[in-house]
Structures are given as structure tokens and as C-alpha cells.
């Protein structure tokens, strides 16, 4: 069993924590919902993904709304990574330009819920995978960028990695 690092280094903005929070909450309502599924014998994968991408492809027509320059990856990334997004998650930004935009989640309240009701090993990894079909729903509102899950925390890795890359 691999040792999961998860621990927020930033913990002193009361705003934040309030936030982080309530990622927690809809957390252990994911996580909940998904392991009762998976005990029923349900496909929860598969209604879980379906879900969470439906949710995605909300957000990202907000965020196309939002954006003051419309196919931007940079002005995708400022309007999605908000300030408070990149505190409460500790997103480091690695790179942001036009063609790239690589991000570095170092805390992860979602996997804070899921660690809470006993998720572990494989199905942990796999409930986070299906959370970030978010993200996929997401940049598929984006003909022009294309998004990329490398390692994640749930995995056992330092941080998460996730980016977005104007298609050629």
C-alpha cells in the first residue's frame, strides 16, 4: 500500500479553510455515493464519469463566458485557476502560455473526503480519475485545447499534474 501525501501547507486564511471545507463535504458525497454504488454491484464508474463529465461540461461553458479573450489558453487558465482555486489546492502554475498550460496540485481536499470514509488503494485512484472527468467536461466545451492527467496525489506521487495544451 503506498503512503499518501496529502497534508495542506497553507492553513492560516479562514476563507480558505471554509472553502477547502466544503470541497470536502461534496467530496465525501462523491466518494459516498460512488463506493455505495460499487456495493450494490452498479457500474459506478461508469455513472459516476457520466456525471461528473455532465458537471464539467457546465463549468466549462461558464468559464468560456468569463474568459476576456475567447480561445486563450492563457485567459482559460486565469479564469478557471482563479486565485482562490490555486490557494485552496496549492496549485503551483509551472507554465502558462498560449500553447501550454501545466499546472502542480500540491493538496487535495477531494482526496482528503475520499481518505475520511476509508478509500484506499486502487478504488481511491480510480475515484479520483472519475472526479477529474470534471476537468475533461470541462476543456471539451474547448475545440482548440486538450487536457492531460499525469501523476496524482491519490496515486502515492508529491503532486498532481495536470495540464492543457493547444491542439496542433
Excluded at 30 to 59: P, Q, V, Y
Excluded at 84 to 113: H, Q, R, S
Excluded at 127 to 155: H, N, P, Q, Y
Aim: aromatic fraction near 10%; include cysteine; charge should be negative.
Amino acid at each position: 500500500m503506498c503512503i499518501i501525501k496529502n497534508e495542506p501547507k497553507n492553513t492560516d486564511n479562514q476563507e480558505i479553510n471554509k472553502l477547502r471545507n466544503a470541497i470536502v463535504h461534496r467530496g465525501l458525497w462523491m466518494g459516498l455515493i460512488l463506493k455505495e454504488a460499487k456495493d450494490k454491484g452498479l457500474d459506478w464508474e461508469s455513472i459516476g464519469r457520466e456525471a461528473i463529465f455532465k458537471t464539467g461540461l457546465i463549468h466549462g461553458e461558464g468559464i468560456k463566458e468569463r474568459m476576456d479573450v475567447p480561445g486563450s489558453l492563457v485567459s482559460f487558465g486565469n479564469t478557471f485557476f482563479t486565485d482562490d482555486i490555486k490557494k485552496i489546492f496549492e496549485i503551483e502554475v509551472k507554465e502558462i502560455t498560449e500553447e501550454v498550460l501545466k499546472l502542480e496540485y500540491n493538496y487535495c481536499p477531494l482526496l482528503t473526503a475520499w481518505q475520511m470514509i476509508g478509500l484506499e488503494g486502487e478504488f481511491l485512484a480510480k475515484v479520483c480519475d472519475v472526479a477529474m472527468c470534471g476537468d475533461r467536461g470541462i476543456d471539451s466545451k474547448f475545440d482548440d485545447f486538450e487536457f492531460e492527467l499525469g501523476k496524482t496525489l491519490a496515486e502515492g506521487n508529491d503532486v498532481c499534474e495536470v495540464s492543457f495544451y493547444r491542439k496542433k
